[in-house]
């Protein structure tokens, strides 16, 4: 069978290194430079879009930011999964809010802003500090304010007036700075008849707005619950096929929606060693139409994300049970290069397991791979 995902990026390539051993081959449509792409060898095809709509048996997409004349010539060919709908969602803010309000998911508070006065709106009602995030524009938290204080309201009016000004669809919203203690995601795959597998939940940590480990361990039963709550709510809601990841804020045991993405997620790629049929077969399974594989953990997992390495130290091989993942792209501070898999036995084990990584990996590149795995040896 033939996927067409749009976008070649790493995730786009590791749907094609999970899809090959099932005979599904991916071809990527490259949406900056509109060309069809290998997503391993990033060599060109010589393919028009239509052809490639035409040819494949399901389409499917790795990122939300995609221009609507695509996604309605996709959507018209009734082969794309997760759909239209769930993409635009996924790609914008307002609509993403909405749509949590609408099925009754806890989401954080919020202020749509398309002028000033909905910024002073914004700091009456939900207080400071505020996070501010334009609505259809950010990734890896770019895109985003921090307004602390209100001596700086005009430093960040004016940026936030500039970026409204560019496009007249641009929107921003704002929302209380959650005290959180933790951040957390699951991620889940729907399949055509409805079937639902859901993945454990993942605890993630962020440096500078960017993911940059994620661990795989049991958690707490109700917190399973509520990240099972929202996905059984959210999914059928946009009719979903594939696989739907959310990201939380855990306060105080209570999970908020922070934001959701209509695709694999670099949350879920401890997948690939973490369980038997990782989160980029199981997407493929279910926008081809095949049963679903097993979501169950094989043991403790952490992924280790590497951004703005020229390379991954290779010692990290030597390490028992530990895999890397190189996406093959230029490098640049701060990109997401690629990401290093650790599955254990035990939490002990895998503790002991980053605090070995810890010593190859510096610090200041890999931060918290050392804490960790102390934490989880002392746990
Ligand atoms: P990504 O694409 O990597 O998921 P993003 O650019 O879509 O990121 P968010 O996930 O909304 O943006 O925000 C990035 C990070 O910023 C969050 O994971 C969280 O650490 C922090 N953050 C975002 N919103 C809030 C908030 N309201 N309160 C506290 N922290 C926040
Ligand atoms: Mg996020």
């Given at each position: ?114 002028e000033r006065a909905h910024l002073e709106q914004a700091i009456e009602r939900l207080g400071l500090p505020l996070v501010i995030k334009t609505c259809q524009a950010g990734y890896d938290g770019k895109g985003q304010w921090r307004l602390r204080a209100d001596s700086d309201v005009e430093l960040i009016w004016a940026e936030m007036a500039a970026f409204l000004a560019a496009d007249a669809l641009h929107s921003i919203i704002a929302e209380p700075m959650i005290p959180f203690q933790r951040e957390v995601s699951v991620i889940a795959v729907r399949d055509r008849a409805g ?185």
């Amino acid at each position: 069978m033939n996927i067409l995902v749009l976008g070649a990026g790493q995730l786009a390539r590791m749907m094609s290194l999970a899809g090959a051993p099932l005979d599904l081959n991916v071809i990527s449509y490259d949406v900056g430079s509109g060309q069809l792409l290998h997503p391993l060898t990033l060599h060109t095809v010589d393919q028009t879009l239509a052809r490639a709509i035409a040819d494949c048996d399901a389409i499917t997409a790795e990122f939300e930011h995609i221009p609507d004349a695509v996604l309605s010539q996709c959507q018209a060919s009734g082969k794309f999964y997760p759909g239209q709908e769930a993409i635009k969602v996924g790609g914008d803010r307002a609509l993403e809010k909405a749509l949590l309000e609408r099925a009754g998911v806890p989401c954080a508070s919020y202020q749509l802003i398309t002028e000033r006065a909905h910024l002073e709106q914004a700091i009456e009602r939900l207080g400071l500090p505020l996070v501010i995030k334009t609505c259809q524009a950010g990734y890896d938290g770019k895109g985003q304010w921090r307004l602390r204080a209100d001596s700086d309201v005009e430093l960040i009016w004016a940026e936030m007036a500039a970026f409204l000004a560019a496009d007249a669809l641009h929107s921003i919203i704002a929302e209380p700075m959650i005290p959180f203690q933790r951040e957390v995601s699951v991620i889940a795959v729907r399949d055509r008849a409805g079937n639902i597998a859901v993945y454990p939940v993942t605890e993630n940590e962020h440096t500078n707005g960017v993911l940059t480990l994620s661990l795989a361990r049991a958690v707490e039963d109700d917190i399973h619950q509520q990240a099972v709550d929202a996905v059984t709510r959210l999914a059928p809601a946009l009719d979903y096929v594939g696989v739907l990841a959310i990201e939380f804020f855990d306060v105080d045991g209570q999970l908020l929606v922070n934001e959701i993405a209509p695709r694999v997620h670099n949350s879920g790629h401890w997948t690939q060693q973490g369980t038997l049929c990782s989160q980029f077969e199981n997407h493929l399974r279910a926008v081809a139409g095949l049963p679903l594989g097993s979501t169950e953990a094989i043991g403790p997992s952490a992924m280790i994300n590497v951004l703005g390495q020229a390379a991954i130290p290779a010692q990290v091989l030597s390490v028992a049970n530990v895999t890397s993942h190189w996406y093959g792209k230029a490098c640049r501070p701060g990109r997401k290069m690629g990401h290093i898999n650790v599955v254990a036995g035990s939490e002990d084990l895998l503790g002991e397991k980053l605090l070995q990584l810890s010593a190859l990996l510096p610090q200041e590149h890999y931060p918290g791979v050392a804490r960790l795995g102390r934490e989880l040896m002392q746990e």
